[in-house]
Nanobody, 121 residues
Framework: QAQLVESGGGLVQAGGSLRLSCAVS????????FGWFRQAPGKGREFVAS???????EYRESVKGRFTISRDNRKDIVFLEMDSLRPEDTAVYYC???????????????WGQGTQVTVSS
């Protein structure tokens, strides 16, 4: 079972940038897939981006060209670089670990506690 700890959230103006980090404690980091999800108040948790063990990425349509997911297999960290942020990106962002997850929330076994991102207009 992996333990995940997100950081890097905060308050930013529209058009600004943030980089989220997810520190992962597991023996199987290099063979695991990871995803970022978000949940806005009153809404369900939704897929944002994912990265496979070999670096293949997938993004939610609304964040393509603005967000970039990456991983550091030496330091066991997953990143989400978020540029050109919009008020509608405001949510709690969660990191998740699994195998073959992609955009399927149910495919992820382990989750972090989340980090708040607030984008002001």
């Amino acid at each position: 079972q992996a333990q995940l700890v997100e950081s890097g959230g905060g308050l930013v103006q529209a058009g600004g940038s943030l980089r989220l980090s997810c520190a992962v404690s597991t023996q199987t980091f290099s063979s695991s897939d990871f995803g970022w999800f978000r949940q806005a108040p009153g809404k369900g948790r939704e897929f944002v981006a994912s990265i496979t063990w070999n670096g293949d990425t997938e993004y939610r349509e609304s964040v393509k060209g603005r967000f970039t997911i990456s991983r550091d297999n030496r330091k066991d960290i997953v990143f989400l670089e978020m540029d050109s942020l919009r008020p509608e990106d405001t949510a709690v962002y969660y990191c998740a670990a699994g195998v073959g997850g992609g955009d399927d929330l149910e495919a992820y076994d382990d989750w972090g506690q989340g980090t708040q991102v607030t984008v002001s207009s």
